[in-house]
Each structure stands twice: as structure tokens, then as C-alpha cells.
């Protein structure tokens, strides 16, 4: 009954934007970020809403990629390597390398990346979930995945909502995208709950780009802004 209402509430909020009444021109990114905050505002009382959460079995935990054909990608001059904090070539500025857990603020938390996931929507399973996300024509949704452990001693209350944080991927040091915003309860950009002591879940980015880039994934960074600033993250 809650997940009807919560789409019937949607629903009516989409209707307002476009009704009879003055429009408010928003982007499609803003546009999203209203309806998820306008699905969290329903959730907050929903005390099933952690269900979805996928708790982690460390030891059978292993990463795992999509296996894809490789193709030739654009580059841009901007070469980096792996190293925590480098410098690019041809006299660029440095650039420099944060952990997620500082980009994020979460002292206590261990966040690992563990794999990626190309598909053509997600979540892909056999019963029916709430949300589904799907890839445009001749796209790809590319799901990038971490492990997200509390090593606190206690239990962790994380609210990513409110942080408004933003994240945008830089894949193959040359195609820029933004992370979806989605009603997935596992989804770290939006993640709101509490992780119990010594626990590990798996959270998840979700990306979307050109198929043909999505073939071939070998460099990936993060751009992590908050209100003050903006942090990059070596991911692979």
C-alpha cells in the first residue's frame, strides 16, 4: 500500500510541475533531485524501507566485471596514473587524489570499490522491484559498486540526502558524466539510514553513457562536490 501511495504521490507532484499553474523551467537533473526528495519525505516513516539494503558476505564477496569487447576510446592530454596524488603531463596542474571516505566525511566507514557492472538497465532481477532504471537507446548504464563497511564500534548513521552531495564520473579520462539520481535504497549518492557495528553492505553508483565507451572501462575518477568544495577520488 505504501509503495502505491508513494507513486500516486509522484504522480501528483510531476502533474503540479506541469498543470495549468505558471511552469517552472527546471533541468533534468533538478528535476529528478525533486522527485527524490520528494520520495524520501515518504520513506522517512516507512520502517521497511532498509529492506532493500544487499548486506555483504565478506568472505564470499569477490569482484567481479561485465565482460566486454574492447574499442578504441578518445583521450584528452590530461594523463594521470594511479598514484594517490599526481601530476599531468605536458605541465598541467597536479592533481590530487582523496579516499572516498574523506570525500565523503565519514570517519568510521571503510568504502571499497569492488567492480563494475555495464548493463542495459538495473537493477536485473527475476521478481519485480519498485525501480527499475533503463538505459536509453544505443546506451548504457554503467554500475559502479563498493563495499561499505562500518568499522566504528558502533551504529552508523549516514544521511547523504541532506549533504546534497553530487558525484560525476570521469571514465577513460575523457567522457563526463553524472551519477543518477534513483529511489534505489542502495544507492550511495542518496543513501539514508543506519549501517549496524561491524556490518558490510554493497552501495552502488549508477552512470550512463554512449555503449560504445561503455565497452571498454580501464580509468575511472570521481568528482565529489559538496557546498564547499570538490574532491577527486581514484577509483580504478
Same mark, same amino acid.
Given at each position: ?6 507513486? @500516486?504521490? *509522484? ?15 527546471? &533541468?533534468?537533473?533538478?528535476?529528478? +533531485? ?12 516507512? %520502517? ?28 584528452? #592530454?590530461?594523463?594521470?596514473?594511479? %598514484? #594517490? ?7 598541467? &596542474? ?7 571516505? #574523506?570525500?565523503?566525511?565519514? =570517519?568510521?566507514?571503510? @568504502? ?8 542495459? #538497465?538495473?537493477?536485473?532481477? =527475476? ?7 533503463? $538505459?536509453?537507446?544505443? +546506451? ?14 558502533? =551504529? ?24 543518477? *539520481? ?29 555503449? &560504445?565507451? $561503455? ?7 570521481? =568528482? ?13
Amino acid at each position: 500500500m505504501k509503495k502505491k501511495l508513494m507513486f @500516486i504521490f *509522484i504522480s501528483l507532484m510531476l502533474a503540479m510541475m506541469t498543470g495549468c499553474v505558471e511552469k517552472i523551467e527546471l &533541468t533534468e537533473e533538478q528535476e529528478a +533531485k525533486f522527485v527524490g526528495y520528494a520520495v524520501y519525505s515518504v520513506l522517512e516513516h516507512d %520502517n521497511n524501507y532498509m529492506v532493500g539494503l544487499n548486506h555483504v558476505d565478506l568472505e564470499a564477496e569477490k569482484p567481479s566485471e561485465t565482460p566486454t569487447e574492447p574499442v578504441e576510446e578518445p583521450t584528452n #592530454s590530461n594523463g594521470e596514473n594511479g %598514484n #594517490s596524488s599526481t601530476g599531468g603531463e605536458n605541465g598541467n &596542474t597536479a592533481t590530487k587524489y582523496v579516499t572516498m571516505e #574523506s570525500a565523503l566525511g565519514t =570517519d568510521g566507514l571503510s @568504502i571499497d570499490y569492488t567492480g563494475l557492472q555495464v548493463c542495459s #538497465s538495473y537493477p536485473e532481477t =527475476d521478481g519485480e522491484p519498485v525501480f527499475v532504471i533503463k $538505459a536509453y537507446e544505443g +546506451k548504457k548504464l554503467v554500475v559502479l559498486k563498493f563495499n561499505v563497511t562500518n568499522k566504528s564500534g558502533a =551504529d552508523y548513521a549516514i544521511d547523504f540526502v541532506t549533504k546534497d552531495l553530487s558525484f560525476r564520473g570521469v571514465f577513460n579520462k575523457s567522457v563526463k558524466t553524472n551519477a543518477h *539520481i534513483t529511489l534505489l535504497p542502495e544507492a550511495l549518492n542518496t543513501f539514508k539510514g543506519t549501517i549496524p557495528a561491524g556490518m558490510t553492505v554493497e552501495m552502488i553508483l549508477v552512470f550512463e553513457m554512449n555503449e &560504445t565507451y $561503455a565497452a571498454n572501462i580501464t580509468d575511472i575518477t570521481l =568528482d565529489v562536490k559538496s557546498d564547499s568544495e570538490v574532491n577527486t577520488v581514484k577509483i580504478k
